[in-house]
């Protein structure tokens, strides 16, 4: 396998990964903007880090921040699938931000709140996912054609 075909390969999982990112961010953000109770397998541990000061940001909820930056990794992720040279730079600047993000939420879940929330860790996992795709991208050469 040649490395263009297998960077093509890894950014298409990147986005693949990233509509599940984005579905989850969606419900997430569905219920915090309806005040809907979460199924969260009878755990009062979802609502309790949703519903909680951290779960909005100047009144936005976090989750619907998620869902964006999801759907922007998707985007990009794309771009760079197809070969735009100027994609990977913006797929890995939103999925640092992403991974920064997700290591303050999981100290917030740990050591603040002391609950979890299933759907946030979900999240987690995938940002962790994505992240990890992103660094096994092969770096490409200045004046190669992907």
Known sequence: MTV???RTILYTIVAIVAVAG???????????????TLS??????C???????YGKVGGIP???LGALAYF?????????AFGYSWAPKFVALIA??????????????????HAYCRYCLFSAALTFLIAGLLIAVPPSRRGSAA
């Open 96 to 113: 640092a931000a992403m991974f920064l993000a997700t290591l303050w939420f999981l100290y917030v879940q740990a050591f603040l709140l």
């Open 72 to 80: 922007t990794v998707f985007t990009f992720a794309t771009f760079a």
């Open 40 to 45: 969260c397998g009878g755990s009062p541990d």
């Open 22 to 36: 984005l579905a989850d961010a969606t419900y997430l953000t569905v219920q915090a903007l309806t005040g809907e």
């Open 4 to 6: 263009p075909r297998f």
């Open 62 to 64: 976090v989750a619907l």
């Open 47 to 53: 609502f309790r880090v949703l519903g909680s000061s």
